[in-house]
């Protein structure tokens, strides 16, 4: 069921809203292999009624499971907006849609966690990525009388002569 306000009930007074929202009503197509969206979106809102629209304030905790991109471990990551704030208009030609007298609040509070997924999912930021297997002789291998500045790629180009 997705997260709906009343109209009615704001005409009234302000609303409060608190609980979860299971991860499937928040659709979030994720094309990232990395990012997993498993668990419920927490919400504490406060919804009140301007003109001509609604402002809806509060605290959106979300927990994605990850795939660090760098060590490939699987982790936890607790995405949290905190003071989260979101002006819906009622009126105009970007008006939400109304239906029973209620607003669906899901896909204001979905564009807005998407916006935080991270970018490049890493488990610790100290994390040094999967440990490289010594096969062979070691790249720094220097080749009988060849010294450190003809083994660089820069000593190539000094001997270009303009």
Same mark, same amino acid.
């Given at each position: ?18 609980? =979860? ?5 928040? !659709? ?6 990395? #990012? +997993?969206?498993?668990?419920? @979106?927490? &919400? ?49 030609? =970007? ?5 029973? !007298? ?6 204001? #509070? +979905?564009?807005?966690?998407? @916006?935080? &997924? ?45």
């Amino acid at each position: 069921m997705p997260l709906t306000v009343n109209l009615r009930h704001l005409e009234a007074d302000d609303v409060h809203l608190e609980g =979860e929202l299971p991860a499937s009503e928040l !659709d979030l197509e994720s094309r990232d292999e990395v #990012i +997993r969206a498993a668990k419920p @979106l927490v &919400y504490d809102l406060e919804v009140q009624k301007l003109e001509g629209g609604l402002l809806v304030q509060g605290e959106l905790r979300f927990v994605l499971d990850c795939d660090c991109v760098r060590c490939l471990k699987s982790f936890e990551f607790p995405l949290e907006l905190h003071d989260w704030a979101c002006h819906i208009p009622l009126e105009g030609e =970007e008006k939400a849609p109304v239906a029973n !007298d209620c607003v669906d609040l899901t896909p204001y #509070i +979905r564009e807005d966690i998407l @916006l935080a &997924y991270p970018q490049h999912p890493v488990c610790e930021p100290e994390c040094g990525g999967l440990r490289k297997a010594s096969v062979g002789k070691p790249r720094n291998a220097k080749k009988a009388g060849q010294t450190d500045a003809s083994a660089s790629a820069w000593a190539e180009l000094n001997k270009l002569k303009f």
